[in-house]
């Protein structure tokens, strides 16, 4: 038992996980009825993640605004851009591939009505204010991270003149709640285990058959972003080669985003991947956070490829401009109610509202939106997440390149 233990322990977190997938995958073909327990490991890993993240977030910010100098500099303003021109490219690349592949969609008469979508982009934008100003107390335990956020950068500048032993107080709680997110993220391969287990288990592969062709669209268009459109803007900003980097934060981020299935849940995954790549800690404490909200690729996505496969279904015309529209509409509604329950595909609704496409109908997509889910909503969640590290690095080495500091 001993040279187990230390044989596995030598291993890699990542060689844990695949390994921990193998064993998921294996039981849930073989046993999935009299391993129904399995999939507890999944919830108690990611709902152990989705505890310590807020926590997290708002002592890490809270730290790196009470700690910054004057003149120090953070690459904020670099990682936001990066953050929203990948997020209109993504709308763009997957607008361009919905004209390429006309899809059209075997509509149901279900529909999500337990359900409700936002009505407009104003509503969209209100949800997001209204969340800025929302009680820290209610933002911490509704995972309200835009919440979390502004009440962290302000009781950082609150604190920022204060004594030193106050802001050592800070650091340090800081740091214990990064070390409880050490220990849970050591239970990854058992959770990724239950993870695989239930969703082979439950929903199989047999469910997902009718529904192929849009399955592929949406994972090859987010493929195309993550492995070629992702790789030219890093490129363009450290004039090297982007793939070590690129596969990296896919690795240690996507993987994990791929199975949790939670932007929130992924924060301390990509906390330490950010330590793990040597970057400024009072950058990525923010912009990993501030990324989770507005980083927002594979809903963008899956926004644009669902609203045109509905246009192509029905007969619409779609013209280049509102095509454009189409694109800006999916980037600025995915970055603004990325919170809101059902993620991306209530937004569907608002895109087909371009088009005149009436709400009964885009709701019955929304309703192949879940069933498809299993594989749309991972993949989505793991190009989101790990393009939020892939972002923050490129920026940082960026600044790096400039100052000749090597990286």
């Not at 294996?26 to 310590?52: H, N, Y």
């Not at 299993?374 to 100052?403: G, P």
Request: hydrophobic share 55%.
């Amino acid at each position: 038992m001993k040279s187990i233990v230390k044989f596995w322990n030598k291993m890699s977190l990542v060689q844990q996980i695949i390994i921990g997938l193998i064993i998921g995958i294996i039981l849930a073909l073989l046993f999935p009825e009299q391993l129904s327990f399995i999939p507890f490991f999944g919830d108690l890993f990611v709902g152990a993640l989705k505890a310590v993240a807020p926590v997290l977030v708002l002592f890490l910010v809270t730290s790196a605004i009470a700690q910054h100098k004057a003149g120090q500099k953070t690459n904020m303003k670099r990682i936001i851009v990066l953050y929203l021109l990948g997020t209109f490219l993504a709308g763009t690349v997957a607008v361009i591939a919905s004209f390429i592949f006309k899809l059209e969609l075997a509509l149901p008469d279900a529909s999500s009505s337990d359900v409700a979508p936002p009505g407009g982009i104003v509503e969209v934008m209100r949800n997001l204010l209204m969340s800025v100003v929302d009680n820290p107390i209610n933002a911490i335990a509704t995972a309200n991270y835009i919440g979390i956020l502004a009440a962290a950068v302000m009781l950082g500048l609150a604190i920022k003149h204060a004594s030193d032993t106050t802001k050592t107080v800070i650091a340090d709680l800081s740091d214990g709640v990064s070390q409880i997110v050490r220990w849970v993220i050591k239970f990854a391969p058992l959770g990724v285990m239950g993870l695989v287990f239930n969703a082979i288990a439950s929903t199989g592969f047999s469910s997902l058959a009718q529904y192929g062709k849009i399955i592929l669209l949406l994972v090859g268009t987010m493929l195309f972003v993550a492995f070629v459109m992702n790789p030219i803007i890093v490129f363009i900003n450290i004039r090297k080669n982007p793939y070590p980097l690129v596969w990296r934060c896919i690795r240690e981020s996507g993987l994990y985003a791929f199975f949790t299935r939670s932007s929130a849940a992924n924060i301390p995954v990509n906390m330490s991947l950010c330590e793990k790549l040597g970057l400024d800690k009072d950058t990525y404490s923010i912009s990993i956070p501030l990324g989770s909200t507005i980083n927002m690729a594979g809903a963008a996505v899956t926004i644009s490829v669902l609203t045109l496969a509905t246009t192509n279904t029905l007969g619409v015309e779609v013209d280049l401009p509102t095509a454009i529209l189409l694109c800006i509409v999916s980037a600025i509604s995915a970055c603004g109610a990325s919170g809101v329950a059902g993620g991306s595909l209530l937004l569907v609704p608002l895109a087909c509202s371009l088009f005149g496409i009436s709400n009964d109908i885009a709701m019955q997509v929304v309703g192949i939106g879940f069933i498809i889910g299993v594989i749309q909503d991972s993949c989505e969640t793991a190009l989101n997440s790990s393009t939020d590290a892939l972002f923050t690095a490129t920026a940082e080495y960026a600044e790096r390149r400039k100052q000749g500091i090597p990286y």
